[in-house]
Nanobody, 125 residues
Framework: QVQLVESGGGLVQAGGSLRLSCAAS????????MGWFRQAPGKEREFVAT????????YYGDSVKGRFTISRDNAKNTVYLQMNSLKPEDTAVYYC??????????????????WGQGTRVTVSS
C-alpha cells in the first residue's frame, strides 16, 4: 500500500515556473513507477509525465514536452515535477500517480493503482 501526498501547487503568471512534489509512504516506493496526471475543469484526466523506478526512463505528454521535467529521489520517497514556461492551458489539478511495477506508467488513468489527492495549479495570462 502506498499513500501519495502532493504539494507545491499555486498561482503563477504565464511564463513562470512551479515545482510540484509528491511524498510517498511505504518502503516499496523505490520499486514503483511514478507519474503525474492533470485534470482541468470539465475535462478528462490527462497524462503529463512518468518515470520508472530508478529514474532511467521518462516519458512526457506532447503538451508538456520540453517544458516539464519529472525526477525522483528514492532516498526521500519523493517524485518531482518541474514546470517551466507555464501557460494558462496548464491550469488544472495535478495528481501524483503510482503503480506497483518498476517500469514507467501507462498513460491511461484507468490503469493507475494509486492516486494522490491532487494539488491545484493556476496559470494566469
Amino acid at each position: 500500500q502506498v499513500q501519495l501526498v502532493e504539494s507545491g501547487g499555486g498561482l503563477v503568471q504565464a511564463g513562470g515556473s512551479l515545482r510540484l512534489s509528491c511524498a510517498a509512504s511505504g518502503r516499496a516506493f523505490s520499486m514503483y513507477g511514478m507519474g503525474w496526471f492533470r485534470q482541468a475543469p470539465g475535462k478528462e484526466r490527462e497524462f503529463v509525465a512518468t518515470i520508472d523506478w530508478n529514474g532511467s526512463n521518462t516519458y512526457y505528454g506532447d503538451s508538456v514536452k520540453g517544458r516539464f521535467t519529472i525526477s525522483r529521489d528514492n532516498a526521500k520517497n519523493t517524485v518531482y515535477l518541474q514546470m517551466n514556461s507555464l501557460k494558462p492551458e496548464d491550469t488544472a489539478v495535478y495528481y501524483c500517480a503510482a503503480n506497483p511495477a518498476k517500469g514507467i506508467l501507462t498513460t491511461l488513468p484507468q490503469s493507475i493503482v494509486y492516486w494522490g489527492q491532487g494539488t491545484r495549479v493556476t496559470v494566469s495570462s
